[in-house]
């Protein structure tokens, strides 16, 4: 399997590249040359396999260059008991009669994020050492992305993470969970700025290619398609338990925010999986929500980017909505590259006149949940099930409603569990969320963090010093 640019510009490369180096040379993103397709057979025989059995048979579709008993190895050493809290590590829970949750959180850092970024620690830890390099891992984060990359990568031989986060502006159980890391190759930055400044010192130092290359800089961020990969896996994991044969067909639903989540899922139903409906959940932050009921890709600036009650979702353009462009276009790199002339030229893109073909080609709907929605629903869901949801699967619950029809199971994903978010969950049901037990003494450990001006020379000069 080899992989091109979403622009047409390069040439295919394996999937190795495609792991250490991120965005194509030409700007665009990594997408395989065909998609590999999986028969009813093939499926039906899948059903017997445990988690990891199941990423081996999956990724290795997309992952030729690197030996399947390996690609074994790596699936089983990140999908386990050790670093997940459940037997089943992707387990299914009935909300009711109509909807099912798929619990993606069960992980170190209980978001969804996990499912990725374990796997993408060990194969690069893996790739590293088979090409003899090493890399630093350069990031950001608002909570969820940098917690999972440090749990993924604590010890790992070949990489060090330093990770810059907003002094001041995360929860405290987020704080608690990055900062408590020992590990010698991890180095909480806490920057003395918001989250965009942050950003800002990435891309400034990320930018100096000099500066990239002497000192080995890397990125895992959500459009590596290594990730984009491994959240396949859980599409045929789902449909699997929820189904009893090869004919049945189920809907997601998808809390959505860089369109990385709900884009292995369409990679999953390109790939044969029997999906109907693939349903995008957005919160006030609606960019994709206008785009599938519009067809007009409008993203939004910082300013008018909200800061809501499911914060994960809140972004302002969706990087990963360009490769579902370029399948939508029918793989044309210059059609895709006239697309994104326009966005820079113009703000934005109009698709209007094929905007029926998104869910009769696609499969793909959505819908819009609020504040308010989400505190009603996490409340009501509660009372009515005694089902504690995070405000991010609430967004998603609160959609999928609109868009359950019968006899076809709806399944949401869960993103996060509620303990993360627990101030939200006490606004909706006047009480904190439980912390899971294993957790319970997280934030009475020491905590190693540097304190740092937002400065770029300062970032850059402790990083010569500890690399
Ligand atoms: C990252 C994240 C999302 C959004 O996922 P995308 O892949 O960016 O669409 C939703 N919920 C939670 C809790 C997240 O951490």
Redesign the pocket.
């Known amino acids: 399997m080899k992989y091109v640019s979403t622009r047409g510009g390069v040439e295919a490369v394996e999937f190795s590249s495609v792991l250490l180096e991120g965005l194509a040379r030409d700007g665009g993103l990594a997408m395989p040359a065909q998609m590999p397709k999986v028969n009813s057979e093939t499926l039906e025989s899948w059903r017997k396999l445990s988690y990891a059995e199941l990423a081996t048979e999956v990724l290795s579709l997309f992952i030729t260059d690197i030996p399947k008993a390996d690609l074994a190895t790596l699936c089983a050493r990140s999908y386990n008991t050790q670093a997940f809290n459940s037997p089943d590590i992707v387990p299914l829970k009935k909300l009711d009669e109509q909807i099912q949750i798929v619990g993606l959180s069960e992980g170190p850092t209980l978001?969804?994020?996990d499912m990725a970024m374990q796997f993408l620690g060990n194969i690069f830890e893996y790739v590293l050492a088979k090409q003899g390099r090493t890399l630093n891992i350069l990031g950001a984060t608002s909570g969820?992305?940098g917690s999972a990359a440090e749990y993924a990568l604590r010890g790992k031989k070949g990489v060090k993470v330093f990770m810059l986060s907003p002094f001041g502006r995360m929860s405290e159980f987020q704080r608690a969970q990055m900062y408590s890391l020992q590990d010698d190759n991890i180095f909480n930055l806490s920057v003395k700025g918001v989250f965009d400044e942050c950003q800002d010192i990435v891309k400034a130092l990320g930018n100096d290619l000099a500066f990239k290359e002497q000192y080995h800089l890397g990125a895992v961020n959500?459009i590596n398609f290594a990730r984009i990969s491994a959240q396949v896996v859980y599409y045929f994991w789902a449909w699997l338990r929820a189904t009893q044969s090869s004919g049945e067909t189920v809907s997601f639903t998808?809390?959505?925010?860089?369109?990385?989540?709900?884009l292995s899922g369409h990679i999953a139903r390109q790939m044969g999986l029997p999906i109907r409906r693939l349903v995008v959940a957005t919160n006030e932050n609606n960019v994709l929500e206008e785009f599938f009921n519009t067809g007009i890709y409008r993203p939004r600036s910082p300013e008018q980017t909200y800061a809501t009650s499911?914060p994960?979702?809140d972004?302002s353009k969706?990087s990963?909505f360009e490769r579902f462009i370029y399948h939508f276009v029918g793989e044309d790199g210059t059609q895709v590259k006239a697309l994104w002339q326009e966005l820079a030229d113009k703000g934005q893109f109009d698709l209007s006149a094929r905007k029926a073909e998104f869910e009769s080609q696609f499969g793909f709907v959505a819908g819009v949940s609020t504040h308010e929605d989400r505190l009603s629903t996490i409340k009501a869901e509660f009372e009515r099930n005694g089902y504690l949801l995070?405000p991010?699967t609430a967004d998603g619950v609160k959609v999928a409603r609109e868009f359950v029809e019968e006899g076809i199971p709806m399944l949401v994903l869960e993103?996060?569990l509620p303990a993360k978010f627990t101030e939200t969950i006490q606004e909706a049901i006047g009480q904190p969320a439980p912390v899971p037990e294993h957790l319970k003494g997280l934030k009475d450990l020491p905590q190693r963090v540097e304190i740092m001006d937002c400065d770029v020379e300062k970032v850059r000069a402790y990083m010569i010093k500890h690399i």
Do not use: E, L, Y
């Open positions: 978001a969804f994020k969820d992305t959500s998808v809390p959505s925010g860089n369109f990385g989540n709900v499911s994960s979702m972004i969706a990963n995070d991010h993103t996060a």
